[in-house]
């Protein structure tokens, strides 16, 4: 069976102390690799390596920085099949989303912030005794730590600007899904990345997450994954006042007006519900309705679910593969359940999805709605993180306003109306970080990128990442 390695110091290692830990297929529910269960020494040598290749790669030109970086970023491109291959077999996502998605946004992040740091520029402030200007310096060692849902998409988000503004990494991708970063350290090599100066480590969470974390001289985090894995991360840092960047969970709200363009509204709403399996931060779970609309738009919505093909990822016609673990899907499934309880009304789905031949044994669910089930209860305050989504109608704009910041959370929300005026009235009150109108997950780069409450703390995307991932010092000349 595949042994996944580490990459430490410009090398593929074994872990330390020689143990592993399996790698599902979640499409047929069997092991198919194993990774490294990294411990603090892992942890150790690759903060020494860094450290070591700091020195250099802080004082190589960002022009040469940016070099390397798109070599990285053409790498990832010319081998888009193997690697979305890769990604869908680790994470049982459609094989076409992979293609699509995950693996181009990829070489983007890297190609993004290659180019980026060459246009980073810092502030002056002008006075008529004195010009104060900005030093925007590399911090040293830092760490990133991602989730399962997009893996590839989201380990390269953190370490493409880290590394652009001069830093070394020590990172750390999920243990559910850790195939597409052991891939990308061998592509590192390949483009002559020096030695050091990106570390990965693989492991659980709580053991080698939690040695990066801990470790007294990783100066800044930068994190995505769970609210209460935020939240214990939050903790160990503060003391040492390290950096932190959270990027955490969310149950986000979908507006549905009844003056929105109706057609292309039920699609993107089927889209914002399901793509990924429910699996991404973004999605919207909570969809709200305008009363006037909610049986014409509850039936046309679920006309289209009902079509939605639940299969084998590497099916092309497939809009939904497995979910990510069995655990996952059972945590998915008693949710469900609670659903029930509390009173909500299956309208569509519920229920594991047998898919035949050999992947009789992977994680398949149906695209589940449920309507009948009000704002306070647990299904529609808590993250389910998966194909489940719940209808509720509102009579006005404030009512609908309402029940949107009535969350713990504040990521991400979606407004689809052809008012205008209502857009920008919503887009002031409603507490995300992100608001799309009539759109959903349009991204640009360039934008901040991340929540507010328990959604997280700071902001990833263009400049503000640059920032994050630099410690600025004033200088002061007196004139
Ligand atoms: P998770 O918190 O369980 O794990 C995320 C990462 O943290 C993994 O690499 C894990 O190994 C590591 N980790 C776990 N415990 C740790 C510890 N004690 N110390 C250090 N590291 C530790 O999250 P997950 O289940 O992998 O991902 C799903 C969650 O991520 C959902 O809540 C989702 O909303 C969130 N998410 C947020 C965003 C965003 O941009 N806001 C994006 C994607 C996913």
Redesign the pocket.
């Known amino acids: 069976m595949q042994k996944l390695e580490n990459y430490i110091g410009g090398k593929l290692l074994a872990p330390l102390s020689g143990n592993y830990i399996d790698n599902y297929d979640p499409s047929r529910g069997k092991v198919y690799s194993l990774i490294p269960r990294s411990a603090k020494e892992d942890v150790q040598l690759a903060y020494e390596a860094a450290e070591t290749a700091f020195k250099t790669w802080s004082t190589t030109p960002a022009s040469e920085r940016g070099r390397i970086m798109q070599t990285i970023a053409d790498l990832i491109q010319e081998r888009l099949d193997e690697l979305a291959e890769a990604e869908s077999l680790d994470n049982g996502k459609p094989l076409k989303l992979a293609s699509h998605v995950d693996i181009p946004r990829a070489s983007q992040n890297f190609s993004f912030f290659a180019t980026g740091i060459q246009h980073f520029s810092s502030e002056s402030h002008n006075s008529e005794n004195a010009i104060n200007f900005t030093l925007r310096k590399p911090i040293g060692v830092v760490g990133c730590?991602?989730?399962?849902?997009?893996p590839l998409y989201?380990f390269t988000w953190k370490i493409a600007p880290a590394l652009a503004a001069g830093n070394c990494v020590v990172a750390?991708?999920?243990?559910?899904t850790p195939m597409t970063a052991y891939l990308l350290s061998k592509l590192c090599i390949e483009a002559g990345l020096p030695p050091g100066v990106l570390n990965i480590v693989h492991g659980?969470?709580?053991e080698c997450?939690?040695e990066?974390?801990s470790h007294p001289k990783i100066k800044a985090i930068s994190?995505?994954?769970?609210?209460s894995?935020g939240a214990?991360?939050a903790k160990i840092a503060a003391p040492m006042f390290k950096k932190l960047s959270l990027?955490?969970?969310?149950k986000n709200p979908t507006l549905v007006f009844a003056d929105c363009d109706f057609e292309d509204t039920v699609s993107q709403v089927v889209r914002a519900s399901f793509a990924n399996q429910g699996q991404i931060?973004l999605c919207g779970s909570r969809i709200l309705i305008e009363e006037s609309i909610y049986d014409k738009f509850k039936e046309a919505f679920l006309e289209k679910v009902r079509k939605t093909k639940v299969g084998a990822p590497n099916d092309p016609t497939v809009h939904m593969g497995a979910l990510v673990s069995k655990d996952h899907m059972e945590k998915v499934i008693s949710y469900i359940e609670l659903a029930k309880e509390e009173g909500g009304v299956i309208l569509h789905g519920g229920n594991r999805v047998n898919v035949e031949g050999e992947f009789a044994e992977g994680y398949y669910l149906e695209p589940t709605v449920i309507e009948g089930l009000d704002q306070n209860c647990r299904t529609n305050t808590e993250?389910i993180?998966g194909p489940v989504v719940t209808l509720q109608k509102f009579k006005s704009e404030e009512k609908a306003l309402q029940l949107a910041n009535a969350t713990e959370y504040g990521?991400a929300t979606s407004v689809w109306t052809t008012n205008i005026k209502r857009s920008q009235r919503l887009a002031q009150q409603l507490d995300f970080g992100i608001v799309w109108i009539n759109c959903w997950l349009l991204r640009d780069l360039r934008t901040p990128f991340?929540?507010m409450k328990n959604?997280?703390v700071g902001r990833e995307g263009g400049w503000e990442a640059l920032k994050f991932f630099t410690e600025p010092t004033n200088v002061c000349i007196k004139l």
């Open positions: 730590i991602s989730p399962w849902n997009l989201l750390k991708p999920s243990e559910v659980l969470g709580h997450g939690n990066i974390v994190f995505t994954g769970g609210t894995t214990h991360i990027e955490l969970g969310g931060c993250e993180f990521l991340g929540g959604s997280g």
